[in-house]
């Protein structure tokens, strides 16, 4: 028991002797070469590097960038990119580029070539967050003259987020020489935020308080809440109020972000069920192998994806097109076989059916986890579906804006296809009245399979865009069958339009709960909702007049 | 025909007597150790690996010649990701196959569900993953990390080399996020964080829409001070969490993320490069440099006849806790329970980190915090490395338990004592 409580002690002070140590290490050797490198020299400071800790890279960082000297700004780069090495056997500094089983080496300022060098002869400089702001903060100061009009709106950017004192000087003296419209206006809003933390006078301050109210966004927020402790007290009430107009901006554009981020869900809802409103709303299968017809499809993607990378690697970008007609002919050709080889025999038995289903999902999931592994395989984003765009005040990320597109134009397209095609026809003849048609010399077994396959197919179709926002792994479809249930229940079974509208009611109710009540009461609340509504109205939102269609 | 009953009742008596000696002889001649994770169902994704390890691990002890001069043979069985059936499986492999001890569970709820069977039937099982302590049984070591040795070395670093002062407790709806985010709460203001700069968030299981989340905390992280969210995402979430953070253009350098789930394995399924910076807390990387993580690897790589295959932190604790079993049954000179679980308290093993992994008393062992940045290649780079540290069960920083410990040793032999009653047993305070 002694031994346990001076365990109980000892490890409260594990960090603290050493870490004092390092802290005052650091600043007397940050001392030391700031001292020694006043020659300017960035080919002594870059060498320093090679044996510096991650504080005094900091200060060495720092150092660079009062240099002004552009050759440096490669070096830079690869140094936040982690690809600058220090060599062993004499610690002289590169940059290296991965070149067969060794390394190619750059000399870090001339650029010139330095030979190669095996992987065990050099060592990686290890490079943490603090340093990577250091080095956008001064790569920023030094590419604002730059040249190229891109770079020069980078710089600008990365200013902005590091603000100094020394930034501000460089940011005048580019301002003075900028021509370009969009340049100059992102450089004047740098220039506010480093005027804000500098000793400049009130009313240059005033107006820099200005230019971020009408920079606007959480940004601007987030700057001027930076500088409000260290602010003149004059000036309290021109950063409230600025603070409050764009606040009061912000409101407005987050009730549109949450009604877009409402659609977006929706149209996932959408995807995941617009299958299973064919294959149980139209022919009233209760298909609990729905969601592995899906992770079926994202499986497509990656062995299409896995193709390209290996034989084709620049059509990258083109995967998703190749995998979606892929994904649709393998998911329908499984539907069909389930089709024909299980459900024909169980028509008209819900629950044998369910069952049957059940088991057969059961069995494609152990089959994809026996083929490809139980981890998540990797699906990559092309390029047009990575990242975000500013739309007024919200972020609208590519990916998703693509999906709720796409989701769109499958449901429009299956929509035509049942009302105005003759495969259409037959399959809404073959639903309503099986014997009717079925005397009309339509071959009802064939349309029954084909439909399947068609649902199935779909389901196919929409793990593809899935594949490009969730996990790609073997549990992928058993996330999506509830959801799919939900929506076509709620939306009224049979009815395409209900399914639409009943994916995209869900998707905005609750993205609207979720800020108010978080995301797992928001969820409860929303099946709550639906019982209660189901209890007034049992089937759905559009119930389909007339007949009930028996099998 | 009472001739013929009895000759029946002989013959019966004689196979069933001959094949009890058979049953005997096989065991002599092996030692039996059960492998329980699930190979099916949702956890799959993540304990398939630990079994493959296991089966490693016992070919390499084979071919130095096994324990106590025999072979030792893995008995591997499939819950199947159902709680109440580990329960089973574990009362199976006890009972039924007679094994030494027992190797396996990933989730708290599966180990809850089986805690109880090595209890009565007082077998051992060593337990690999990192979890929410408040728990020290005398049948189970714990060789993952407990929240001081994962959740509060993370945390320190953020304060301490990033100067985070605003805080956002992301988890997934359970008990190990819901009780690491407790001890992180009190614990940050016990550090002097106001309650206002800590928002705590709990999501689904597999929760796949993060727009709203990553929104939040982005207008969380943009009042003016350094933010920082610490992760306790679960499983299949983390991708799309990280998809999201990555599209909305939230990068390391503005709103680090420091994960206490997410290792190579779970990177495995993404894209790094928007997310290089971002910070996970574990014991081991993959990316260690010492020579044992390399013999490691290499035999890793030849066992699974794939190159490709990561390493992480549950596998490194499998290896001390196989290897600790090891130990404390040659010391022993026995595989019965009570004699190994005396003699394992004290005993040191390597770890794949260079340095030893010390049982103590409270059944947890002693290792190092590493700190890692994701990289673009999908491993990380380690940042900060913590001398070794011990994994404390009862948490200093919640009120229920700061007074109790826990020694396994004799005479005190208790799982919870309280030190200001000085009794065993009860909550504290």
């Known amino acids: ?551 | 025909m009472t001739i013929k009953a009895r000759i029946g009742g002989a013959m019966l008596a004689a196979i069933m007597s001959a094949t009890a000696l058979q049953g005997a002889f096989a065991a002599e001649d092996t030692i039996k150790i059960g492998v329980l994770h699930s190979l099916s169902g949702t956890m799959a994704i993540s304990e398939t690996t630990l079994k493959d390890v296991m089966l490693m691990l016992v070919a390499e002890q084979n071919k130095k010649g096994g324990v106590l001069g025999k072979k030792l043979e893995a008995v591997v069985v499939d819950p199947a990701s159902n709680w109440p059936l580990f329960a089973e499986k574990a009362r199976e492999l006890i009972s039924k196959d007679k094994v030494a001890a027992v190797f396996g569970c990933w989730t708290s709820s599966s180990r809850k569900s089986v805690l109880p069977v090595f209890e009565e039937l007082n077998s051992l099982l060593f337990y690999p993953v990192q979890y929410e302590g408040e728990e020290s049984s005398r049948n189970i070591i714990y060789t993952g990390a407990a929240p001081n040795q994962q959740a509060i070395p993370a945390v320190d670093y953020l304060m301490n080399s990033e100067g985070v002062q605003r805080w956002v407790l992301e988890g997934t709806d359970y008990v190990y996020p819901q009780t690491t985010n407790k001890i992180l709460k009190a614990y940050l203001m016990s550090k002097g964080v106001k309650e206002a700069d800590i928002m705590i968030n709990y999501t689904p299981f597999g929760f796949s829409d993060w727009q709203t989340e990553v929104s939040k905390i982005k207008s969380f992280g943009s009042a003016g001070k350094k933010t920082a969210v610490v992760s306790t995402i679960n499983g299949d979430a983390n991708v799309p969490f990280y998809k999201e953070l990555g599209n909305q253009g939230i990068k390391a350098q503005d709103i680090p993320v420091v994960a206490f789930s997410v290792g190579e394995e779970e990177l495995a399924g993404i894209d790094t490069k928007p997310l290089v910076g971002h910070l996970a807390a574990w014991n081991y990387f993959q990316s260690v440099d010492a020579p044992v993580n390399a013999e490691f690897i290499k035999t890793w790589h030849a066992f699974t006849k794939n190159d490709k295959r990561v390493t992480n932190d549950p596998m490194e604790a499998a290896y001390i806790g196989f290897n600790a079993w090891v130990k404390a049954v040659e010391a022993a000179g026995t595989t019965d329970t009570d004699k190994v679980i005396d003699s394992i308290v004290g005993v040191s093993v390597p770890n794949l980190s260079g340095g030893y992994s010390t049982v103590m008393p409270n059944h947890h062992i002693t290792k190092p915090v590493l700190i890692g940045e994701i990289q673009a290649n999908g491993q990380f780079d380690i940042v900060q490395q913590t001398p070794q540290v011990v994994g404390d069960e009862w948490s200093d920083y919640l009120p229920d338990s700061k007074d109790l410990i826990s020694d396994w040793r004799k005479p005190m032999s208790c799982g919870n004592f309280n030190v200001k009653t000085g009794k065993c047993g009860g909550k504290g305070s």
């Open chain 1, 1 to 551: 028991m002694k031994m346990s409580a001076i365990l109980l002690k000892g490890r409260r002070m594990y960090l603290r002797p050493v870490r004092i140590l390092a802290i005052l290490l650091g600043l007397i050797l940050g001392f030391a070469t700031a001292a020694s490198s006043a020659a300017d020299d960035p080919a002594a400071l870059i060498k320093a590097l090679g044996t510096a800790n991650f504080e005094q890279a900091e200060a060495i960082i720092a150092d660079l960038g009062k240099t002004g000297d552009t050759r440096i700004v490669p070096a830079l780069e690869a140094f936040a990119a982690g690809d600058l090495y220090v060599r062993k056997s004499d610690s002289q500094v590169f940059i290296a580029k991965a070149a067969g089983s060794g390394f190619t080496l750059i000399d870090p300022v001339t650029g010139a070539s330095a030979g190669e060098a095996p992987k065990s002869a050099i060592t990686k400089i290890k490079i943490n967050n603090s340093l990577r702001r250091a080095i956008s903060s001064a790569q920023g100061g030094l590419t604002l003259l730059s040249p190229d009009k891109v770079v020069r709106l980078q710089a600008a950017d990365s200013v902005l987020k590091s603000p100094s004192a020394e930034n501000l000087e460089l940011l005048e003296a580019a301002l003075a020489k900028e021509t370009d419209r969009a340049v100059k206006l992102r450089m004047e809003q740098a220039r506010a935020v480093s005027l804000l933390s500098s000793d400049r006078p009130v009313d240059q301050k005033r107006a820099a308080i200005a230019t971020l109210q009408s920079l606007g966004g959480r940004d601007a927020i987030g700057i001027l809440m930076t500088a409000a402790p260290t602010l003149d007290p004059a000036l309290k009430g021109d950063l409230d109020a600025a603070i409050k107009k764009i606040e009061g901006t912000l409101a407005l554009w987050d009730a549109a972000q949450n009604i877009w981020y409402g659609l977006s869900l929706g149209s996932v809802l959408l995807l995941a069920a617009i299958g299973l409103s064919i294959t149980f709303g139209v022919m009233g299968i209760i298909n609990m192998a729905h969601g592995e017809m899906v992770m079926l499809g994202a499986y497509s993607t990656f062995v299409v994806q896995e193709i390209i990378r290996t034989k084709f690697p620049g059509a990258f970008d083109y995967s998703l097109a190749i995998a979606l007609p892929v994904a649709f002919v393998v998911t329908g050709a499984a539907g069909l076989i389930i089709e024909r080889g299980v459900i024909r025999f169980l028509y008209g038995r819900p629950l044998e059916t369910l069952l049957a289903t059940w088991g057969v999902s059961l069995v494609l999931q152990q089959l994809v986890r026996s083929i490809f592994g139980p981890t998540n395989r990797e699906v990559g984003n092309p390029s047009w579906m990575s990242g975000s765009f500013p739309l007024g005040g919200m972020q609208v990320t590519w990916n998703r804006m693509w999906i709720v597109l796409f989701s769109l134009t499958i449901f429009l397209g299956l929509l035509l296809l049942m009302k105005r095609s003759f495969f259409g026809l037959m399959m809404r003849a073959v639903t309503q009245n099986r014997r009717m048609a079925s005397s009309m010399g339509i071959r009802t077994p064939w349309v029954d399979a084909f439909t399947f396959a068609l649902g199935s197919g779909i389901a196919g179709i929409a793990g593809v865009a899935l594949s490009q926002i969730d996990n790609v792994s073997p549990n992928l479809g058993q996330s999506y069958i509830i959801d799919s249930f939900m929506v076509v229940v709620f939306g009224g079974v049979g009815n395409l339009w209900g399914t639409l509208v009943g994916a995209l009611t869900l998707g905005v109710l609750n993205k609207f709960l979720e800020p108010w009540v978080g995301a797992v009461l928001g969820k409860i609340l929303v099946l709550v909702l639906i019982i209660l509504f189901i209890q007034k109205r049992p089937r759905g939102l559009f119930a389909l007049k007339g007949r009930a269609i028996e099998a």
